[in-house]
């Protein structure tokens, strides 16, 4: 069985998927089953005091998906640390959770701040969190993320909610040659096709959140993104010929007719 | 007493708890978890955790997000 072995979990699903900015409950829901995903994201805000009678959003999960909370908006590693802790509180998945770790640098690029990153990573290893961190495509923030004790890396494609796709193919081959935990694209994919290349080089899984929800038809997009997925993956396992710059008969050379 | 929740300056009865603190703001039991000076309160000690005065209270929750 081809498995993700992530932090102590097993999946079979390479695809994690996002529960942000859907227009309604019941579209993300039907989302998210469509996107045959076993993990999904989720951010933790203040409660809103005044508006408490809104449905919940955990009531729209369907109950045998993981939860991966993240730290989405801090913009240091003491707040995402703190947002790991409450994450903790708030999540009955037991004493050493996953997270996602996201630290960003500027709200503009969304880029994350490595520096803090990793410092906030090293703390919450210390603390017994799974630690799944956002980072850029630099193979020696990679490494330095991977030495500090995360159960994964999570390169970026292209910014958050970009949907330009893997900018930087290279950069990801060095992170796949040299990291010995999952490594997961977070970020940039923006259609179908960006998961299967992604897929195709080698990666682990894919973390993918505005090119479903904001799709027009959030729906076909999530199931258009699970065959993408689980083609680039079977593609990658299969192994692709070489790239030639001159043709390769498929047909046999000998016996074609009118031949002296 | 005054204290701050969720980043906005509240007048609250003195004497609470985290417990009766939730309920006063009428916030059902489920699933959020609060911090009080930058440090959580675990669910078990809700009901023995008391406020004072100035304190920074968060109560947070679950949303969707990516």
Same mark, same amino acid.
């Given at each position: 069985?081809?498995?993700?072995?992530?932090?102590?979990?097993?999946?079979?699903?390479? $695809?994690?998927?996002?529960?942000?900015?859907?227009?309604?409950f019941?579209?993300?829901?039907?989302?998210?089953?469509?996107?045959g995903?076993?993990?999904?994201?989720?951010?933790?805000r203040?409660?809103?005091?005044?508006?408490?009678?809104?449905?919940?959003?955990?009531?729209?999960?369907?109950?045998?998906?993981?939860?991966?909370?993240?730290?989405?908006?801090?913009?240091? +590693?003491?707040?995402?640390?703190?947002?790991?802790?409450? +994450?903790?509180? $708030?999540h $009955?998945?037991?004493?050493?959770?996953?997270? *996602?770790? &996201?630290?960003?640098?500027?709200? *503009?690029?969304? $880029?994350?701040?490595? &520096? &803090?990153?990793?410092?906030?990573?090293?703390? !919450?290893?210390?603390?017994?969190?799974?630690?799944?961190?956002?980072?850029?495509d630099?193979p020696?923030?990679?490494?330095?993320?991977?030495?500090?004790?995360?159960?994964?890396?999570?390169?970026?494609?292209?910014?958050?909610?970009? =949907?330009?796709?893997?900018?930087?193919p290279?950069?990801?081959?060095?992170i796949?040659?040299?990291? *010995?935990?999952?490594?997961?694209?977070?970020?940039?994919?923006?259609t179908?096709?960006?998961?299967?290349?992604?897929?195709?080089?080698?990666?682990? =899984?894919?973390?993918?959140?505005?090119?479903?929800?904001?799709?027009?038809?959030?729906?076909?997009m999530?199931?258009?993104?699970?065959?993408?997925?689980?083609?680039?993956?079977?593609?990658? !396992?299969?192994?692709?010929?070489?790239?030639?710059?001159?043709?390769?008969?498929?047909?046999?050379?000998?016996?074609v007719?009118?031949?002296? | 007493?005054?204290?701050?929740?969720?980043?906005e300056?509240? /007048?609250?009865?003195?004497?609470?708890?985290?417990s009766?603190?939730? /309920?006063?703001?009428?916030?059902?039991?489920?699933?959020?978890a609060?911090?009080?000076?930058? /440090?959580?309160?675990?669910?078990?000690?809700?009901?023995?955790?008391?406020?004072?005065?100035g304190?920074?209270? /968060?109560?947070?929750?679950?949303?969707?997000?990516?």
């Amino acid at each position: 069985m081809d498995e993700l072995v992530l932090g102590g979990h097993r999946f079979t699903s390479r $695809l994690v998927v996002g529960t942000g900015k859907y227009k309604d409950f019941p579209t993300m829901q039907a989302a998210l089953q469509a996107s045959g995903a076993q993990m999904v994201t989720v951010a933790v805000r203040r409660l809103d005091l005044e508006a408490q009678g809104e449905s919940s959003l955990l009531h729209w999960i369907p109950k045998d998906m993981v939860l991966l909370p993240n730290t989405a908006g801090c913009y240091n +590693a003491a707040d995402a640390v703190r947002t790991c802790r409450l +994450a903790r509180e $708030l999540h $009955l998945g037991g004493e050493n959770p996953l997270v *996602k770790l &996201e630290v960003l640098s500027d709200p *503009k690029t969304l $880029l994350p701040d490595v &520096e &803090e990153t990793i410092k906030a990573a090293k703390q !919450l290893v210390s603390e017994g969190f799974r630690v799944l961190p956002y980072t850029n495509d630099d193979p020696v923030a990679a490494k330095k993320l991977e030495d500090a004790g995360c159960a994964a890396v999570m390169p970026l494609g292209a910014p958050i909610g970009s =949907g330009l796709g893997l900018r930087n193919p290279y950069s990801l081959q060095m992170i796949l040659d040299q990291t *010995k935990v999952p490594v997961i694209v977070d970020a940039g994919v923006g259609t179908a096709s960006d998961c299967a290349l992604c897929m195709e080089l080698g990666v682990s =899984g894919l973390l993918v959140n505005t090119a479903i929800s904001g799709a027009n038809d959030p729906v076909a997009m999530a199931r258009a993104m699970r065959l993408a997925t689980e083609a680039g993956r079977l593609a990658y !396992l299969a192994g692709r010929i070489p790239r030639k710059l001159y043709g390769s008969a498929s047909s046999p050379l000998a016996g074609v007719i009118g031949a002296a | 007493m005054q204290a701050i929740v969720n980043g906005e300056a509240m /007048e609250l009865p003195e004497g609470l708890t985290v417990s009766t603190l939730l /309920e006063h703001l009428g916030v059902r039991a489920g699933r959020v978890a609060v911090e009080r000076n930058g /440090e959580v309160v675990r669910q078990a000690r809700h009901r023995e955790q008391k406020l004072a005065p100035g304190d920074r209270l /968060e109560i947070v929750t679950f949303v969707g997000g990516g």
